[in-house]
């Protein structure tokens, strides 16, 4: 028997109906924030058996490109933006097992707030509520939050060990059974059975109990993406999966491998987190469309460098107007997304080649053809990895979702490599059940 792949998506509440597009229809790309069409891209996920939708998430309004907010407005780059702790009931109770994954910064939130919003989504979902734990990367954003620039790097995961530590005691300040609802007493919750937390600790002081029963999962799935060495260690140390953006065959291994190294360490069984690589499979009807889609996508316009020198800029705090796109990188260094900026130098000479490949969200390996055949390569290169699964970012409209979901999903069931249906009730439960 062939070893099962998980499959999640990186997914955003914003205009990802990639208005512009002859396969989006006017009216939805201006209405997207209704929902409508984020429930039908979930559904779909659904449909193919995905674990989990992840909804990425930033809170500002980015102007590191220039100075000025046109690049990120224009192209509609950070900002519209929907709350993803909002949509996540909304998807869920337009599913009934796919895993939803919200993602919320433990530099900005304070902790009861989040605990109690995450357990009320794992109550809504029945069980299938997740949280991509970030620290946050950009001072615009900490601006928004009483703060004038970010905590130190890694300052920012002391603060978010604690913060888990926090939610957790919150999660379980609710014994499982502590709703009796004892017809005799006419007791509905036995209040032997909440207690306070009392946390007094170096960053968060919260007293507890939380106001929301225990969530049915104990608590939710923690997805976590840190690439830094601290951390890679904060996430062997809590995550069930871990999003990876790691480069080439090599540093894939490299890096599921690091991973499970340190939760053996920690004395967790590496079984129990699935490290997820985002990819961004170019499909088509033959090898040639496919491959005459790719292309397009690597010489991309002005404006496809822009936005992505834009992003860019907006996780480094680089100015990249103030650099020739067309001449070697000079020497670049940043306090933001270090491991992002190092990974971008990477792609190419200039920051045009750069951008170009950047602006696909370029992944390698690259996986470009028919179905049949891009379902084939991802098996191998599962294979040589080792796992767990992918994360895929694609779409942009239904023609898109449907390119993965009915076809390369499709392609890849028939090779028996990811499920059919889902066996249980719970996100945990269906990711750690291969
Ligand atoms: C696939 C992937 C998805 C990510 N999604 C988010 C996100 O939605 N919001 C966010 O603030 N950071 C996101 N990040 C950034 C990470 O949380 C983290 O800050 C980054 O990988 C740098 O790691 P480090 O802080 O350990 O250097 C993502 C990273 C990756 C690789």
Same mark, same amino acid.
């Given at each position: 028997?062939?070893?099962?792949?998980h499959l999640g998506w990186f997914m955003n509440f914003s205009r990802s109906t990639a208005w512009?597009?002859?396969?989006v229809?006017?009216?939805e790309?201006?209405?997207w924030m209704n929902g409508d069409y984020h429930i039908d891209w979930v559904r779909s996920m659904e449909r193919a058996g995905f674990d989990y939708a992840m909804l990425e998430d930033s809170s500002?309004? +980015?102007?590191?490109?220039?100075?000025?907010?046109?690049?990120?407005?224009?192209?509609s780059l950070y900002a519209p933006k929907g709350d993803p702790l909002s949509i996540a009931p909304v998807l869920a109770k337009a599913t009934?097992h796919i895993g939803i994954i919200s993602t919320a910064?433990?530099?900005?939130?304070?902790?009861?707030?989040?605990?109690?919003?995450?357990?009320?989504i794992?109550?809504?979902s029945?069980?299938r509520a997740g949280w991509n734990i970030v620290?946050?990367?950009?001072?615009?954003?900490?601006?928004?939050?009483?703060?004038?620039?970010?905590?130190?790097?890694?300052?920012?995961?002391?603060?978010?060990?604690?913060?888990?530590?926090?939610?957790?005691?919150?999660?379980?300040?609710?014994?499982?059974?502590?709703?009796?609802?004892?017809?005799?007493?006419?007791?509905?919750?036995?209040?032997?059975?909440?207690?306070?937390?009392?946390?007094?600790?170096?960053?968060?002081?919260?007293?507890?109990?939380?106001?929301?029963?225990?969530?049915?999962?104990?608590?939710p799935v923690?997805c976590q993406a840190?690439?830094?060495?601290?951390?890679?260690?904060?996430? +062997?140390?809590?995550?069930?999966t /871990?999003i990876s953006a790691?480069?080439? /065959?090599?540093?894939?291994?490299?890096?599921?491998?690091? /991973?499970?190294?340190?939760?053996?360490?920690?004395?967790?069984?590496?079984?129990?987190?699935?490290?997820m690589f985002i990819t961004t499979p $170019?499909?088509?009807?033959?090898?040639?469309?496919?491959?005459?889609?790719?292309?397009?996508?690597?010489?991309?316009?002005?404006?496809? $460098?822009?936005?992505?020198?834009?992003?860019?800029?907006?996780?480094?705090?680089?100015?990249?107007?103030? /650099?020739?796109?067309?001449?070697?990188?000079?020497?670049?260094?940043?306090?933001?997304?270090?491991?992002?900026?190092?990974?971008?130098?990477?792609?190419?000479?200039?920051?045009?080649?750069?951008?170009?490949?950047?602006?696909i969200r370029?992944t390698?390996?690259?996986?470009?053809?028919?179905?049949?055949?891009?379902?084939?390569?991802?098996?191998?290169?599962?294979?040589?990895?080792?796992?767990?699964g992918f994360l895929i970012a694609a779409g942009g409209s239904r023609r898109g979702i449907t390119e993965i979901t009915?076809?390369l999903v499709?392609?890849?069931?028939?090779?028996?490599?990811?499920?059919?249906?889902?066996?249980?009730?719970?996100l945990?439960?269906?990711l750690?059940?291969?």
């Amino acid at each position: 028997m062939v070893k099962k792949m998980h499959l999640g998506w990186f997914m955003n509440f914003s205009r990802s109906t990639a208005w512009t597009s002859p396969w989006v229809l006017e009216s939805e790309a201006r209405e997207w924030m209704n929902g409508d069409y984020h429930i039908d891209w979930v559904r779909s996920m659904e449909r193919a058996g995905f674990d989990y939708a992840m909804l990425e998430d930033s809170s500002m309004v +980015a102007d590191g490109y220039g100075g000025s907010m046109e690049v990120d407005l224009k192209h509609s780059l950070y900002a519209p933006k929907g709350d993803p702790l909002s949509i996540a009931p909304v998807l869920a109770k337009a599913t009934e097992h796919i895993g939803i994954i919200s993602t919320a910064s433990t530099s900005f939130y304070p902790p009861f707030l989040l605990a109690r919003a995450i357990a009320t989504i794992d109550h809504i979902s029945g069980g299938r509520a997740g949280w991509n734990i970030v620290t946050s990367s950009e001072d615009r954003a900490a601006q928004n939050f009483n703060l004038d620039k970010l905590y130190e790097h890694d300052t920012r995961y002391e603060m978010a060990d604690e913060f888990v530590e926090v939610a957790e005691k919150l999660w379980s300040s609710w014994d499982a059974d502590a709703v009796v609802m004892d017809r005799a007493t006419g007791t509905y919750v036995d209040h032997n059975k909440v207690r306070p937390i009392d946390h007094v600790g170096e960053y968060f002081k919260v007293r507890g109990p939380l106001n929301v029963p225990r969530p049915p999962q104990g608590r939710p799935v923690y997805c976590q993406a840190g690439g830094s060495p601290r951390g890679r260690q904060f996430a +062997a140390a809590h995550a069930d999966t /871990i999003i990876s953006a790691a480069q080439g /065959i090599e540093d894939m291994r490299e890096f599921r491998d690091d /991973i499970r190294r340190r939760m053996i360490d920690l004395g967790r069984d590496p079984d129990s987190c699935k490290v997820m690589f985002i990819t961004t499979p $170019v499909l088509g009807n033959t090898e040639a469309e496919a491959k005459e889609r790719w292309e397009a996508m690597l010489h991309p316009t002005q404006a496809g $460098v822009d936005v992505a020198l834009g992003h860019m800029g907006a996780l480094t705090e680089i100015d990249f107007t103030q /650099i020739d796109a067309d001449k070697p990188f000079p020497e670049l260094t940043t306090n933001g997304h270090r491991t992002t900026l190092e990974k971008f130098l990477k792609l190419g000479k200039t920051p045009r080649e750069a951008a170009g490949k950047w602006a696909i969200r370029y992944t390698d390996p690259t996986f470009v053809g028919t179905p049949e055949k891009v379902a084939a390569e991802m098996s191998r290169v599962f294979d040589e990895v080792g796992g767990d699964g992918f994360l895929i970012a694609a779409g942009g409209s239904r023609r898109g979702i449907t390119e993965i979901t009915d076809g390369l999903v499709g392609a890849l069931q028939q090779l028996g490599r990811t499920r059919t249906s889902y066996n249980h009730a719970h996100l945990r439960d269906n990711l750690m059940e291969f």
